[in-house]
Every structure is written in structure tokens, then in C-alpha cells.
């Protein structure tokens, strides 16, 4: 049966601190810090939902000229599905809070007409795909082009996330979002070279 969106299923945790134990000097008890945490478990039934990890860069890195994002990705059960795609979507967060930008629902293609400076499927052509059809392994390069240099001054904010999706088009949830800082001072290498010791 086909399926188009996951099941979200909240879970609650009461939480208490040490502080409403009885104290060691024999007084009565205080009362503690308590706070009630929600977490949602989602739930692929049918294992066949992509699940994208982003291996580099690491967030809060400060990067200039050519940047390599990669990672891996995957179904729960291969044998019910396979990933047919990686996409990536990237903001600079001009005029919105970033959460508030990049925040979609899971397993949901909606827009929110947030000002986003890419959103792409990862190309699976050429001499080097950025990612194969059915394979656990993407990566791709930006600001090749310095398309994400800033305007003025040397450093610009940006954030990342990815999502998969499968072959019946049914997509994953996005992965957290990534802060990396693109600097147009950064040191880049921009030539090498093999030293012979001879």
C-alpha cells in the first residue's frame, strides 16, 4: 500500500533535579526544578524512508573557496525500497530566523516562500554525480562560483540541510540544519604540488 506520510507519535518526560531531594544536614525536603520535555518519535511503518547524515563540514566552521559537503544516506529496510534522491536546500537567513526557514514537515514537499538560495536535487549525471541512484553515499561542492561570498565585508552566515528521497518519491525528513560561515579571507589551497627528495 502506498504511503505518503510518516506517523508522529509525541512522547512526554518529566523531568525533576537533584535539588528536591532531602538535604544532607537532615531538613525537610525542598521542592525541586521540574520541567515536562517533549520529544516526537517518528515512525516509518514500512522502512523505505530515506534517512540522510551530513559527514562534513562541521557546523559552526569557518570555510573560504570551494566547499565540500558530504555524507551519507539510506533506507531503514533495503528490501523494502531504495534512495532515488538527495536534495539540499541552503539560506542565508536574511529576513527570517533560520528554523523558521528551514523548517518543514516530515515527509511533506510544502514551500514556505522563505527567501532560500537553493533548494536542488543533487545531480546523478556526468563524470562525477553528486549522487547515484540507490547508492549511500552523496557529495557536492559549493561557492566554486563564490556565489555564497557575501557582498560586503568578508564573512557571510549560511545554513544547510538534506533530505532523500525514495524511488516512489516519498521523501525523508530533513536533516538538522548546519551553520557554516564562508569567508572570502579564508586560506584556501589553490595549487600543490609533489616535492622530490632527489
Known amino acids: ?16 533535579d537533584k535539588a528536591a531531594e ?11 526544578n521540574t520541567a515536562i520535555i517533549t520529544k516526537v518519535l517518528r515512525i516509518d511503518p514500512n522502512g523505505d524512508i530515506p534517512i540522510v547524515t551530513v559527514s562534513t563540514p562541521d557546523a ?6 570551494t566547499i565540500r559537503i558530504s555524507g551519507l544516506v539510506s533506507v531503514p529496510d533495503p528490501s523494502a525500497g531504495r534512495v532515488a534522491s538527495v ?3 541552503i539560506t542565508d537567513k536574511k529576513t ?6 528551514l523548517h518543514r514537515t516530515l515527509c511533506s514537499a510544502q514551500s514556505t516562500g ?27 561542492e559549493i561557492n566554486g562560483d563564490k556565489k555564497f561570498e557575501p557582498s560586503s565585508g568578508t564573512q557571510r552566515d549560511i545554513w544547510f540541510r538534506l533530505r532523500g528521497k ?17 569567508d572570502k579571507a579564508a586560506l584556501t589551497i589553490t595549487d600543490m604540488k609533489v616535492a622530490n627528495p632527489s
Open 114 to 140: 522563505a527567501p532560500i538560495l537553493t533548494e536542488k536535487q543533487l545531480s546523478s549525471t556526468g563524470t562525477n554525480p553528486e549522487y547515484k541512484s540507490g547508492g549511500s553515499y552523496w557529495s557536492l
Open 22 to 32: 532531602k538535604d544532607t544536614q537532615g531538613g525537610a525536603a525542598q521542592k525541586g
Open 60 to 65: 559552526n566552521q569557518v570555510l573560504g573557496g
Open 1 to 16: 500500500m502506498a504511503r505518503t506520510n510518516c506517523k508522529d507519535i509525541p512522547v512526554f518526560f518529566l523531568v525533576e
Open 96 to 101: 527570517v530566523p533560520a528554523t523558521l526557514i
Open 166 to 182: 525514495n524511488a516512489k518519491g516519498v521523501a525523508g525528513q530533513w536533516t538538522k540544519p548546519v551553520k557554516i560561515t564562508v
Open 87 to 89: 536534495w539540499i536546500q
